[in-house]
C-alpha cells in the first residue's frame, strides 16, 4: 500500500516534471482524457505508437542527412510529418525542434 | 439511414423510431444524429490516426481509418453511402491530400475536412479552395471533431435545396436529419434532443409520407463529367437563355435523367457562371495557360464561354457588373475566350459547384470555408501584381467607370486574374490575345469591363499595395494576371483560360472600350462575359490588395492558385469564384471592403453577389449596366488620383459589404 502510493507519487511527480521542462503540453492531457475504460491502455499505446513511427522518421531523417549535398525539401518534409506527430500527442519540446530545424531547411543553413 | 443500414449505431435509443424512418434516398443521417456519424480518417501518420479514431469513438462517431489515400479512395468509390464525413490529412506520401479533397468533392460530393500541422494561411487558404469544409490544425483537440456533424448537416441541406428545389421537403429533410432524438451526451445535441424529439414524432410523420414520396424519386443523380459535359453542350445549344430543364433533358437524351435533376443542375450551373463571370480575371489567367492547349479545348470553351460568361454573371452579381466592364475592356473577344474557360472550368465547379457555396456561406469566418474558392484567387502570386498593374495602365484608363461598378465583381476577378495571370504567364497571353482577338466582339462589354476592373483593382491595390497600381497598369497586368493564371490552370482551368484572352484582350484593346461601351450597355447578352471579365480584372486588383490588406485570401491567393491547379478545374474555379465572391463579399471584409469601394461606390455588386448565390444572377445584369458608368467614373477617378478613389470608395462600400450576410 506505501509502495503503492510511493509509486503513484512517483509517477505522478515525473509526470509532472514532463509538463515543467517543457516536454509535454496540454495536448497530453487531452490524452489522457481521451483514455477511458473502455481502452485503459490508450496513452501507452498512442506513445509507444509514436515512438515507433519517430524512430523510423528519425533513421530516414539520418539517412538524408548523409547524402550530399543535403535534400531540404525532403527534410522539410520529414520535419513536418514528425511535427505533425509530435503535436498530436503534446510533445512540445520536440515539436519546438521540429519547428526550428524546418527554419534552417528554408534557411538552407547547413549547420543548424 | 444509419440505423437501418445495420451499421453499428453506438446510441441505441431511436432505433425503433428510426427503424420506421427511411429516408427516400439522400439522408444518410441516422436519427440519433450527430451520433453513428460515418467518419473515414486518412493520414499517413498513425500516431494521428490512432488517436483521431480514438476521439471520434468518443464522440459516438463509427470510425474508419485508413493511412493511404489510394485505399481510402476505392473504399468510397465502393461505398458511396457509406460514409458521412471525410477527415483528410494534407500532407500524405502516396497522394496529395487536396487531390483526394477533389476527387471526393466530385465523385461522391461528400464534406471533407482537411488537417495539417502546417497552419500557415496560403495552405488554409489552397484547402478552402479546394472545396474543403473545415481546415483543422493539429494537435486536433476533440472539441473540434465534435462539430463536425454540422458540415454534414449543411451539405446535405443544400443538396436537398437543390436537388428538390422545386419540392418542398427540402426543410424537413434538413429537420430530419438534425433530429436525434436523444443525444443528451453531447453538449451541441443536449438541446436539441429534446426538441427534436418532440418533432420528431411529426416529422416522422411526414418522413414517411416523404418516403413514399421519394421512393417514386429518382436517387441521386451523379453529375459526372461526361454528363456535365452534355449538359454544358446542351445549354450552349439551347443559349442560355433558352435553356429550359425540358429541353435540356431532351438535347441530353439521357436515360433516367429527369427534369429535376435537370433543373437544380441548371440552377447550379447558373451560378456557378455567375461566379466565373465575377472570376473572369482569373479565367483570363486561366485563359492564358490555356492557350497553350489545343485549339479544340478553345473552341469549346467559347461556346461556354458565351453561356457562363452569362451564367456567371448571373449568378454572381458581383461578377456581372465586373464581368461587363471586363468585356468591355477586353474587347469582347477575350471575353468569349474567358466565357469558355469558364465554362468549362464551371462545368467542375458545378460539380463542387455547392461546395464552394456552401463553403463560404458556412466558414466565411473561417479561411477553410470560404477560402476554397478564394484560394483560387489568392493563389496568384503576387509576381502578377506588378506584370498586371503595366496592363492595367493601358486598359485601365478607359474603364474607370467601369471599374467602379465592377468593384465587387473586379476584386473577384482580380484576384482570378491575379491567379491567373501568374499561372499563365507568357505561353497563354500570346494566346488569348489570338485567340480573343478572334473571339466574338459580342464581348465587347468583357474588355470594358476588364479595363474597369483593372483600374478599380489598380484601385485597390494601391491602396493596400502602394504605389505600382496604376489604373491603367491595371488593365495591363489583368492581362498578365490572365496569362499567368493560365499556365497554371492549364489543367483545369479551361475557362480561366478563356479569362485570359479576356485579360489580354483588355490591353490591347483599349480601343475597344469605346465600342464596348456603347456595346456593353446594348448587348446585355453577354453580361456573363463581362463579369467574367470584371471580376478577373476586379479580382485582380482586389487580390493585389487582399495580400496587402493581409488578409488571408491574398495570401493564400497566390499560394493557392498554383496549389489549386492540381485541382480540378471546377473545384479552382469554383473556388476562385468563390473566394473571390467571398473576399469581395464578406469574408474578407476588410479586403472586400475596400476592393468594393473603391470600385463602386457601391455596391450593388458587393451586396448582390453575396446575397445570392443562387437567384439572383439576373439581378446582376442590371447593376452591371450602371455599374459601368460608375466604373467609368471611377476610373477616371481612379486615373487622378487613386489613392483618393480608394478610400473614398472604401469606406462607402464597406458598410454594404459589412451588411451583406455572410
Known amino acids: 500500500m506505501e509502495r503503492n502510493?510511493?509509486?503513484?507519487?512517483?509517477?505522478?511527480?515525473?509526470?509532472?516534471?514532463?509538463?515543467?521542462q517543457g516536454y509535454v503540453e496540454e495536448q497530453f492531457i487531452e490524452?489522457?482524457?481521451?483514455?477511458?475504460?473502455?481502452?485503459?491502455?490508450?496513452?501507452?499505446?498512442?506513445?509507444?505508437?509514436?515512438?515507433?513511427?519517430?524512430?523510423?522518421?528519425?533513421?530516414?531523417?539520418?539517412?538524408?542527412?548523409?547524402?550530399?549535398?543535403?535534400?531540404?525539401a525532403k527534410l522539410d518534409n520529414f520535419m513536418h510529418q514528425f511535427k505533425g506527430s509530435s503535436s498530436s500527442i503534446g510533445a512540445k519540446k520536440v515539436k519546438i525542434e521540429c519547428t526550428q530545424f524546418m527554419e534552417y531547411c528554408r534557411a538552407r543553413n547547413v549547420e543548424g | 439511414m444509419n440505423l437501418g443500414v445495420g451499421s453499428v449505431v453506438k446510441t441505441m435509443s431511436g432505433?425503433?423510431?428510426?427503424?420506421?424512418?427511411?429516408?427516400?434516398?439522400?439522408?444518410?443521417?441516422?436519427?440519433?444524429?450527430?451520433?453513428?456519424?460515418?467518419?473515414?480518417v486518412v493520414d499517413d501518420d498513425p500516431t494521428c490516426l490512432m488517436i483521431l479514431e480514438k476521439m471520434l469513438r468518443n464522440c459516438h462517431y463509427e470510425v474508419t481509418k485508413s493511412n493511404r489515400a489510394e485505399h481510402a479512395l476505392s473504399m468510397l468509390r465502393e461505398n458511396r453511402n457509406g460514409f458521412d464525413i471525410v477527415i483528410s490529412d494534407v500532407h500524405m506520401p502516396d497522394m496529395d491530400g487536396f487531390k483526394l479533397l477533389e476527387h471526393v468533392g466530385l465523385e461522391m460530393d461528400l464534406p471533407v475536412i482537411m488537417m495539417s500541422a502546417d497552419d500557415s494561411k496560403d495552405v488554409v487558404m489552397k484547402g478552402v479552395t479546394h472545396g474543403a469544409c473545415d481546415y483543422l490544425i493539429k494537435p486536433v483537440r476533440i472539441e473540434a471533431l465534435k462539430n463536425i456533424w454540422q458540415h454534414v448537416i449543411?451539405?446535405?441541406?443544400?443538396?436537398?435545396?437543390?436537388?428538390?428545389?422545386?419540392?418542398?421537403?427540402?426543410?424537413?429533410?434538413?429537420?430530419?436529419?438534425?433530429?436525434?432524438?436523444?443525444?443528451?451526451?453531447?453538449?451541441?445535441?443536449?438541446?436539441?434532443?429534446?426538441?427534436?424529439?418532440?418533432?420528431?414524432?411529426?416529422?416522422?410523420?411526414?418522413?414517411?409520407?416523404?418516403?413514399?414520396?421519394?421512393?417514386?424519386?429518382?436517387?441521386?443523380?451523379?453529375?459526372?463529367?461526361?454528363?456535365?459535359?452534355?449538359?454544358?453542350?446542351?445549354?450552349?445549344?439551347?443559349?442560355?437563355?433558352?435553356?429550359?430543364?425540358?429541353?435540356?433533358?431532351?438535347?441530353?437524351?439521357?436515360?433516367?435523367?429527369?427534369?429535376?435533376?435537370?433543373?437544380?443542375?441548371?440552377?447550379?450551373?447558373?451560378?456557378?457562371?455567375?461566379?466565373?463571370?465575377?472570376?473572369?480575371?482569373?479565367?483570363?489567367?486561366?485563359?492564358?495557360?490555356?492557350?497553350?492547349?489545343?485549339?479544340?479545348?478553345?473552341?469549346?470553351?467559347?461556346?461556354?464561354?458565351?453561356?457562363?460568361?452569362?451564367?456567371?454573371?448571373?449568378?454572381?452579381?458581383?461578377?456581372a457588373q465586373s464581368l461587363a466592364t471586363l468585356q468591355a475592356a477586353a474587347l469582347g473577344r477575350s471575353a468569349t475566350k474567358s466565357a469558355i474557360s469558364m465554362p468549362l472550368v464551371d462545368q467542375r465547379n458545378l460539380f463542387s459547384f455547392e461546395n464552394p457555396k456552401l463553403r463560404f456561406s458556412e466558414g466565411q469566418q473561417q479561411l477553410n470555408n470560404s477560402n476554397k474558392q478564394i484560394n483560387l484567387l489568392h493563389g496568384i502570386p503576387t509576381t502578377m501584381e506588378p506584370k498586371q498593374l503595366a496592363d492595367l495602365h493601358q486598359s485601365s484608363q478607359s474603364f474607370v467607370a467601369m471599374n467602379m461598378q465592377g468593384n465587387a465583381r473586379m476584386q473577384q476577378n482580380n484576384a482570378?486574374?491575379?491567379?491567373?495571370s501568374q499561372q499563365q504567364q507568357q505561353s497563354s497571353r500570346a494566346q488569348m490575345l489570338n485567340e480573343t482577338n478572334n473571339g466574338q466582339v459580342s464581348r465587347p462589354p468583357l474588355s470594358m469591363s476588364q479595363p474597369a476592373a483593372v483600374l478599380s483593382r489598380n484601385s485597390i491595390v494601391d491602396n493596400?499595395?502602394?504605389?505600382?497600381?496604376?489604373?491603367?497598369?491595371?488593365?495591363?497586368?489583368?492581362?498578365?494576371?490572365?496569362?499567368?493564371?493560365?499556365?497554371?490552370?492549364?489543367?483545369?482551368?479551361?475557362?480561366?483560360?478563356?479569362?485570359?484572352?479576356?485579360?489580354?484582350?483588355?490591353?490591347?484593346?483599349?480601343?475597344?472600350?469605346?465600342?464596348?461601351?456603347?456595346?456593353?450597355?446594348?448587348?446585355?447578352?453577354?453580361?456573363?462575359?463581362?463579369?467574367?471579365?470584371?471580376?478577373?480584372?476586379?479580382?485582380k486588383t482586389p487580390d493585389w490588395g487582399l495580400p496587402n490588406i493581409g488578409s488571408n485570401f491574398g495570401a493564400s491567393d497566390h499560394s493557392s492558385i498554383p496549389g489549386t491547379l492540381d485541382?480540378?478545374?471546377?473545384?479552382?474555379?469554383?473556388?476562385?469564384?468563390?473566394?473571390?465572391?467571398?473576399?469581395?463579399?464578406?469574408?474578407?471584409?476588410?479586403?472586400g471592403g475596400p476592393q468594393l469601394n473603391l470600385f463602386s461606390g457601391g455596391n450593388l455588386l458587393p451586396v448582390k453577389a453575396e446575397q445570392l448565390p443562387d437567384t439572383s444572377y439576373q439581378n446582376t445584369f442590371f447593376p452591371e449596366q450602371f455599374g459601368q458608368d460608375d466604373l467609368m467614373s471611377a476610373l477616371l477617378k481612379q486615373q487622378e488620383s487613386v489613392g483618393q478613389v480608394e478610400t473614398e470608395f472604401g469606406f462607402d462600400g464597406y458598410s454594404p459589404l459589412d451588411n451583406l450576410p455572410v
Open chain 1, 5 to 20: 502510493n510511493n509509486l503513484h507519487r512517483q509517477v505522478a511527480s515525473l509526470r509532472q516534471s514532463l509538463f515543467d
Open chain 1, 31 to 72: 490524452l489522457e482524457e481521451l483514455q477511458d475504460d473502455a481502452t485503459p491502455n490508450f496513452v501507452e499505446e498512442v506513445v509507444t505508437l509514436f515512438y515507433n513511427y519517430s524512430a523510423r522518421l528519425i533513421h530516414n531523417i539520418d539517412q538524408s542527412l548523409e547524402e550530399h549535398p543535403l535534400d531540404f
Open chain 2, 15 to 40: 432505433a425503433s423510431c428510426s427503424v420506421s424512418w427511411k429516408s427516400g434516398g439522400s439522408d444518410k443521417v441516422s436519427d440519433q444524429f450527430p451520433a453513428g456519424l460515418r467518419v473515414l
Open chain 2, 154 to 319: 449543411r451539405k446535405k441541406k443544400h443538396e436537398l435545396k437543390d436537388k428538390d428545389f422545386d419540392q418542398s421537403t427540402s426543410v424537413e429533410d434538413g429537420d430530419q436529419q438534425q433530429k436525434p432524438p436523444e443525444d443528451v451526451d453531447y453538449s451541441s445535441s443536449a438541446n436539441e434532443g429534446s426538441w427534436k424529439s418532440s418533432k420528431r414524432r411529426k416529422e416522422e410523420d411526414e418522413t414517411e409520407e416523404r418516403d413514399d414520396l421519394s421512393t417514386s424519386k429518382k436517387p441521386r443523380v451523379v453529375w459526372s463529367v461526361e454528363l456535365h459535359q452534355q449538359f454544358v453542350q446542351a445549354v450552349n445549344q439551347l443559349g442560355i437563355d433558352k435553356a429550359v430543364p425540358k429541353k435540356i433533358l431532351e438535347l441530353m437524351n439521357v436515360p433516367g435523367l429527369t427534369r429535376e435533376n435537370v433543373a437544380s443542375h441548371l440552377q447550379k450551373y447558373r451560378l456557378y457562371l455567375r461566379r466565373l463571370s465575377g472570376v473572369s480575371q482569373h479565367q483570363n489567367g486561366l485563359n492564358n495557360s490555356f492557350m497553350g492547349h489545343p485549339e479544340a479545348t478553345y473552341g469549346t470553351m467559347t461556346s461556354f464561354n458565351g453561356l457562363e460568361l452569362q451564367a456567371l454573371a448571373a449568378t454572381g452579381q458581383l461578377p
Open chain 2, 416 to 420: 482570378l486574374l491575379m491567379h491567373m
Open chain 2, 464 to 539: 493596400v499595395r502602394g504605389p505600382i497600381y496604376n489604373p491603367v497598369s491595371q488593365t495591363s497586368s489583368m492581362v498578365d494576371f490572365s496569362l499567368n493564371q493560365t499556365t497554371e490552370l492549364q489543367n483545369n482551368s479551361f475557362p480561366l483560360v478563356s479569362s485570359n484572352s479576356g485579360m489580354s484582350t483588355l490591353t490591347s484593346k483599349r480601343l475597344l472600350l469605346e465600342e464596348v461601351n456603347s456595346d456593353i450597355k446594348g448587348s446585355r447578352g453577354f453580361p456573363p462575359g463581362y463579369d467574367i471579365f470584371e471580376e478577373l480584372q476586379q479580382q
Open chain 2, 567 to 591: 485541382v480540378s478545374p471546377s473545384m479552382l474555379v469554383q473556388q476562385g469564384i468563390s473566394s473571390m465572391k467571398k473576399n469581395g463579399l464578406n469574408g474578407n471584409s476588410p479586403i
